[in-house]
């Protein structure tokens, strides 16, 4: 009995993870307007009632797709650091991460700034909009740069006058920015001036979160 109820479990999350991944590719490819749930249930090969079963809407799919991605991204990133380092090194380590996990994973960035992009443009049932909002409220408060600079500020080897909780909202604004413009029209990897651009963008970072100077 309980190897079959894990084998139905494995199965039910199997179908999950395809629709998402068939959401994924549709919204890239189509945009997030366009894309019904009949179009994803024919990419997943599976049936409306499977997916009724784990998503309500398609609006729930897109909202679960963004957060997925969102989490993936940022745990990623998080799991750089190195905590025998100073906060500067954990902070270096996490950037490098950063462009890393980008250019093995582009859609994710692709698919991030599609949805930010036309976030306001989707009518998003109330209950789905909270949702998201506390997520992301959440993500700004707890935020996965933030320890690497309160230990920064600890050990001396961050001294920007700023915040650390802004200052974290501020390098992921920048950070972001970069590799979406970087990662928005094409699939291949990083020419080598772009690889010089990112390397300067993290120096960049680095710098003005070591220096005591700015305000």
């Known amino acids: 009995m309980q190897a079959n109820e894990n084998w139905h479990q494995q199965l039910k999350n199997q179908n999950r993870d395809e629709l998402i991944e068939a959401g994924k590719h549709l919204f890239l490819k189509h945009g997030l307007l366009q894309v019904k749930i009949k179009d994803i249930c024919a990419e997943a090969n599976l049936s409306r009632v499977t997916y009724y079963k784990h998503f309500q809407s398609i609006d729930e799919l897109l909202l679960t797709i963004q957060m997925q991605l969102v989490e993936t991204m940022t745990q990623h990133v998080g799991q750089a650091a190195s905590p025998s380092g100073s906060g500067l090194e ?123 100077d700015n305000r």
């Not at 989707?122 to 996965?144: A, C, M, S």
């Not at 974290?168 to 690889?195: C, P």
């Open 90 to 212: 954990q902070l270096a380590a996490m950037l490098n991460a950063w462009v890393s996990f980008a250019k093995e994973n582009p859609d994710h960035i692709r698919f991030i700034q599609l949805f930010d992009i036309n976030y306001e443009l989707v009518h998003f049932q109330p209950e789905l909009k909270d949702t998201y909002e506390r997520f992301i409220q959440n993500g700004k408060e707890n935020h996965f740069l933030l320890e690497a600079l309160n230990s920064g500020v600890a050990d001396g080897s961050i001294r920007n006058a700023t915040p650390p909780l802004k200052l974290a909202q501020f390098i992921f604004t920048v950070m972001m920015g970069m590799l979406q413009k970087m990662f928005t029209h094409r699939s291949h990897e990083l020419h080598q001036l772009d690889d010089q651009m990112t390397k300067q963008l993290v120096d960049m970072l680095l710098h003005y979160a070591g220096n005591e």
